[in-house]
């Protein structure tokens, strides 16, 4: 069963969200009404990381998150911390996050990894070449597939031999960052390579500036949410860990009708005279 991340943006300069949630108040009110909607993790982040954003020092990014990882964690919601700063990610290990979501894969800060693999939490690597700011102008690829396999493969090679338990790595491809739009379907079409690598992998699409090629011209953003729930199906039937999206209970919904439909599936196809199953009644589970 592919889990949903839901995103929980604890700043003022979201792309997605427009700052709705930037006070702690507000942030742990929609944190609760996230697990209301189905989300079985949370995502804290107190940085935006949408391209052309700037940087925010690590104090002012804890002053943000801290508190409502705090606060969600005594509700025992299940807390992903959204950094690429190995010391909010240490702090909101203290504070009771069980995930460290770093976009960069370890990248933007050479201790993330000694913290990941002291505090022991599960680690989301991303697909990442460079922070908001450049992302967009180191976009080529040979074959965009391959190319972010061989580079998540160096960053899983780096992780590890600092001491990051593998059964702990979860790969993000990444998408959105430093991929122009034929580069992130490319990749949605092959999630299931990314599975074949054997570690869990997240998928995160959502509310992405790449959606809004499939919708009409000047849509707003919150229309990019049935898109996202369904490439969160797509993901669901590549075997993704998780998704990761701001809409909630549409991607609960979208992959609610997904497992019914895989339920109705018969166990055992039934045998044409021969003994060869018929062919429109594979179980493609």
Do not use: C
């Not at 190319?147 to 993000?172: F, H, K, P, Q």
């Not at 011209?217 to 490439?231: H, K, M, N």
């Amino acid at each position: 069963m592919t889990l949903i991340m839901g995103v929980l943006n604890v700043t003022p300069d979201s792309f997605s969200d427009g700052g709705k949630w930037a006070s702690t108040d507000a942030a742990i009110e929609h944190g609760l009404r996230l697990r209301a909607d189905g989300a079985d993790l949370i995502d804290i982040g107190g940085e935006s990381t949408r391209p052309g954003a700037t940087r925010v020092p690590p104090d002012e990014e804890q002053s943000r998150v801290i508190p409502v990882i705090t606060e969600l964690a005594r509700h025992g919601l299940r807390l992903s911390i959204d950094t690429f700063n190995a010391a909010t990610a240490r702090a909101a290990a203290k504070a009771g996050a069980t995930i460290i979501n770093d976009v960069s894969g370890g990248l933007a800060d050479p201790d993330m990894a000694a913290i990941a693999a002291d505090t022991g939490l599960t680690y989301v690597a991303m697909h990442w070449r460079g922070h908001a700011q450049q992302m967009d102008s180191v976009t080529a690829y040979d074959d965009v597939v391959t190319d972010v396999i061989a580079e998540l493969n160096v960053r899983v090679a780096a992780l590890t031999a600092a001491g990051v338990d593998l059964d702990r790595i979860v790969l993000d491809p990444g998408l959105g960052f430093s991929k122009k739009t034929e580069h992130n379907w490319q990749l949605i079409n092959r999630l299931d390579a990314f599975a074949e690598l054997g570690l869990p992998v997240l998928v995160g699409a959502s509310r992405k500036r790449f959606l809004a090629e499939v919708l009409p011209v000047g849509a707003p953003v919150l229309e990019r949410d049935l898109p996202t729930a369904v490439v969160s199906v797509l993901a669901a039937q590549a075997g993704a860990w998780a998704v990761r999206v701001h809409d909630v209970a549409a991607t609960r919904a979208a992959l609610n009708v997904l497992a019914s439909v895989r339920q109705s599936m018969p166990r055992v196809p039934p045998e044409l005279p021969g003994g060869a199953p018929s062919p429109t009644q594979w179980n493609h589970d």
